[in-house]
């Protein structure tokens, strides 16, 4: 059974920065990824970062690079989403995915979702 919960969600104001957290438990942690996602009222669940456990390679959505870091505490076997320089638009319920291989799909077959945080950006 795989459990996967994310912290860190709040109301920030514009400008104004946020760390999410996503932990993952309950298997073994050999060659999985972990990704980030957003869904914002009245929109389709969009992807923000992923990365890979081991080696820590990260990819970053061309919509918030210059913004958004992601990392991991291997010991804790945690990943945290860093946001700066948030915008209005950035407001949306964040969520934490954690797949194992066989990538066959992006965060589909081999994943379990967290319940999601929701950040909220004010203007």
């Known amino acids: 059974q795989v459990h996967v919960v994310e912290s860190g969600g709040g109301t920030v104001q514009a400008g104004g920065s946020l760390r999410l957290s996503c932990a993952a438990s309950?298997?073994?942690?050999?060659?999985?990824?972990m990704g980030w996602f957003r869904q914002a009222p009245g929109k389709e669940r969009e992807f923000v970062a992923q990365?890979?456990?081991?080696?820590?390679?990260?990819v970053i959505a061309d919509s918030v690079k210059d913004r958004f870091t992601l990392s991991r505490d291997t010991a804790k076997k945690e990943a945290y989403l860093q946001m700066n320089s948030l915008k209005t638009e950035d407001t949306a319920v964040y969520y934490c995915?954690?797949?194992?291989?066989?990538?066959?799909?992006?965060?589909?077959?081999?994943?379990?979702w967290g319940q999601g945080t929701q950040v909220t950006v004010s203007s």
């Open positions: 995915a954690a797949q194992w291989p066989p990538f066959a799909d992006d965060f589909v077959s081999g994943t379990s």
């Open positions: 990365i890979i456990w081991s080696g820590g390679r990260t």
């Open positions: 309950g298997r073994t942690f050999a060659g999985f990824r």
